[in-house]
């Protein structure tokens, strides 16, 4: 079992940055592909980013491609979102995933394990 706790969510203006965390704890001496997600409420839960298993593989939806970046520290088991040039329609509950595989994810269903989330809030 891999326990997941996001942090680094809140407020901020349209145009500004936030990095988000997703530490790992229990199993972290098995190797994880991961991933972040974001929901809106009354939308469905979307991909933002993922990182391979090896850590040199990345994959971004289009609507966050050049402006956020994932990242990984092995050392910490800790898992970054930096997300720049943000915009009103970033706002959402981000989720940090964490799946058993060698590829790279993009499906919610790929994923075991989550975290339990962390707003952001981006105003106009």
């Known amino acids: 079992q891999v326990q997941l706790v996001e942090s680094g969510g809140g407020l901020v203006r349209g145009g500004g940055s936030l990095r988000l965390s997703c530490a790992a704890s229990?199993?972290?001496?098995?190797?994880?592909?991961m991933g972040w997600f974001r929901q809106d409420p009354g939308k469905e839960r979307e991909f933002v980013a993922a990182l391979s298993l090896s850590g040199t593989s990345t994959s971004y939806a289009d609507s966050v491609k050049g402006r956020f970046t994932i990242s990984g520290d092995n050392a910490k088991n800790t898992v970054y979102l930096q997300m720049n040039s943000l915009k009103p329609e970033d706002t959402a509950v981000y989720y940090c995933a964490a799946g058993l595989g060698i590829g790279i994810y993009t499906v919610q269903s790929d994923y075991s394990y989550w975290g339990q989330g962390t707003q952001v809030t981006v105003s106009s």
């Open positions: 229990g199993r972290t001496d098995r190797f994880y592909a």
